[in-house]
Nanobody, 113 residues
Framework: QVQFVESGGGLVQPGGSLRLSCAAS????????MSWYRQAPGKEREWVAL????????NYADSVKGRFTVSRDNGKNTLYLQMNNLKPEDTAVYYC??????WGQGTQVTVSS
């Protein structure tokens, strides 16, 4: 069955960095465009970034452009999100997905001084 296990979140000060990982299983990871999403308290889940199957193309939400970098390792079925210059408004639970209905537990990112 499809499964996503996100990790790497934590508490970080404004301006800090984190690297999130998403281990995917149960589907042919290497052929899918993958995305990161996030959900802040009291808000709807929003799309953050995507990367095509061969990592030839990436795209980002305007709010994270220039600060976040998405990458993938198809040999390890793993998606990454490098987050730099973090801001308090980046505080959210972060998820990965290919656009299906199954979601992982997410990983909490809290940016606070």
């Amino acid at each position: 069955q499809v499964q996503f296990v996100e990790s790497g979140g934590g508490l970080v000060q404004p301006g800090g960095s984190l690297r999130l990982s998403c281990a995917a299983s149960g589907f042919l990871f290497s052929v899918y465009t993958m995305s990161w999403y996030r959900q802040a308290p009291g808000k709807e889940r929003e799309w953050v970034a995507l990367i095509t199957s061969t990592a030839g193309n990436t795209n980002y939400a305007d709010s994270v452009k220039g600060r976040f970098t998405v990458s993938r390792d198809n040999g390890k079925n793993t998606l990454y999100l490098q987050m730099n210059n973090l801001k308090p408004e980046d505080t959210a639970v972060y998820y990965c997905n290919y656009g299906g209905n199954v979601w992982g537990q997410g990983t909490q990112v809290t940016v606070s001084s």
